[in-house]
């Protein structure tokens, strides 16, 4: 397999350049087929474990507190983050079609897992081990569901559909995704108290949250949220002006962390993550309970599709960068075993991570050995370091999910949807609108319900237009000033001929109908570009012809293609009307229609109008019938 970014020159591999590579066994090939990681292994060197080595640890650095700040978000203790980032990372990269993806907990799942959670009417926990390991156990329990969805989704060969869903869907969602991740974060920047039970909507919470009589703003809790973006921008700027590598994430919050464990601020009303375990993620089976199934099992499905195409889309950024030729039936699958794994592994629902691939991608990172280096690198560090994250700031988190929020829309993509068409702005608002109003996970479905309904007027339009023959022996388009033939008619029909086409279609052929009732003897119907006719505009088109049939006008169909030809044959249309009014496509492009014009004037025997173009003068010239189009 080549490598995942083109190289100056030729990688180096333990064959000699140019030679073949030695064939593989069967169950050989097998493995690296659904095991990508495996085959990158065939032609993996020292220099691809530099650049892995370099992308895992930056990627890793990343990770950490994003991976703490998501299971925030999901109302989760901050080491089911860490879980997540360790074994859904390591089993995606393994698995993934892609060789720079990043798999792991995201924002945009996380606030799809809080609102699943919130109602399937699982509470937040108040701080009791009892509505912690209820929460944990729903979490766990919806990513095994999550993950069995998306598995059924590879198994069906579904993972291409989503090339049907408009990108207006996913700006429109990203769009919402980041105003919903900074009201709900809100409250943490300011030091308020959550108000609401999780049967409120998320609206009703946020504004008694925020319209608390009781409670007022700490001031400590704000200078320390507003510094971390004030730092983290900064570090940024600088990363990008003088070509630094500084994990601008990971040194603000552990520079928080020593400036709260410092001045003992975690004991003046600064809330803390707490505790983290020093421990990794322990196997254990997911207790499925059927009152939180059936509750649940909607926004599984919501979130499975979510993530898939969360995932899809930033493994197809990347491809088109790379060049790589992506299997997007494999990427599926990559996404449902992580889940499923994971949901063993007490991890919560993930996805592809826009951030963590980008930064993977850039640092340098080659084949999918960088997301296993960052998972392990991961684990250690929450080995290593797990003792002291207790003090760290969840303001701190808070201002860092700010940035990932102001990060997560493409402004210039939001732009570009908003002022391009009615169609795509109407649905970049309306999923984003519903993303706040409805929830994150079912502004999807959302989008991509109105995607369909307002698209599918458009595609059933026929569009209808009327052709002459000119003097000139020109066959073309007709426009008002040409002199319409009082004997034949020549119309193109053009569209989809499905039957949300079929009152478009019949629109058309009566108003043909009611050119032809002044004296018209023929009507060549040209329907080349006419696509996928199904039995309802079929059966429309036969009925119009036998009533034409009945006022003494015949129609010719004309520009017939194979596929076309194929159903006419099949349904019995071509033997019930006769062969001889169907000209079929041959070679030259107008040599059909040319051909049905013939036949409409041999109709005629001669019986033209002043008007035709075939009239005696043109009849008698040495050319005869031929036309030039």
Sequence with gaps: MSTS???????????????????????????????????????????????????????AAVALPQAMAYAQIAGLPPQYGLYTAIVMTAVGAIFDSSRQLINGPTNAISIAVLSALTLAGVPEPTGDP????????????????????????TLLRLGDLSRYISHAVIVGFTLGAAVLLVMDQLKNLLGLPKIGSGDDHFLVRFWRTMTNPNASIHPTTLAIGLSTIAIVVLLRLANQKLRWRVPEFLLTVALMAAIVAGFGLDQQGVKTVG?????????????????????????????????????????????????????????????????????????????????????????????QWSGVISAAAVAGTMLLLAPYAQFIPQAALAGILFVSAWRLVDRGQLMYHLRATRFDATIVALTAIAAV????????????????????????????????????????????????????LIYSLEGELFFGAAPSLEEHLDAIAQRAAGGTRAIVLRVKRARNPDAVCLNALEQYMHRLDRQGITVLLCGVRHDFAAVLKSSGFEARLGPQRIFHESVGVWSSTMEAIREAYSLLAGNVCESCPQHAESLAGKDGWSYMI
Aim: aromatic residues 6%; positive net charge; hydrophobic residues 45%.
């Design 5 to 59: 970014l083109p190289e100056p020159e030729p990688r180096r591999t333990s064959l000699p350049a140019g030679a073949p590579q030695p064939p593989r066994a069967g169950w050989q090939r097998a493995i690296c087929r659904w095991v990508p990681a495996i085959d990158a292994l065939r032609t993996y060197n020292r220099g691809d474990f530099g650049h892995d080595l370099i992308a895992g640890l930056t990627v």
């Design 130 to 153: 009892a509505s912690t390991a209820l929460r944990v156990g729903a979490a766990i329990s919806l990513a095994l569901l999550v993950g069995l969805v998306q598995c059924g989704i």
């Design 437 to 488: 109003a409805v929830s994150i996970e079912f502004c999807v479905l959302i989008g991509v319900f109105l995607s369909f309904v307002l698209y599918v007027p458009r595609a059933a339009r026929v569009h209808l237009s009327e052709l002459t023959l000119t003097p000139e022996r020109v066959i073309r388009e007709r426009v008002p000033a040409d002199q319409p033939c009082g004997r034949i």
């Design 275 to 367: 505790k983290i375990p020093a421990s990794l993620p322990s196997f254990g089976v997911p207790q499925l309970e059927w009152k939180l199934v059936r509750p649940m099992f909607g926004s599984a499905m919501a979130i499975a599709m979510l993530g898939l195409l969360e995932a899809i889309a930033m493994a197809k950024a990347i491809a088109s960068q790379t060049q790589q030729k992506l299997d997007l039936n494999q990427q599926c699958l990559s996404e449902g075993l992580a889940n499923v794994v994971g949901s063993f592994f007490q991890c919560f629902p993930g996805s592809g991570s826009l951030t963590r691939s980008t930064i993977n991608q850039q640092a340098g990172g080659r084949t």
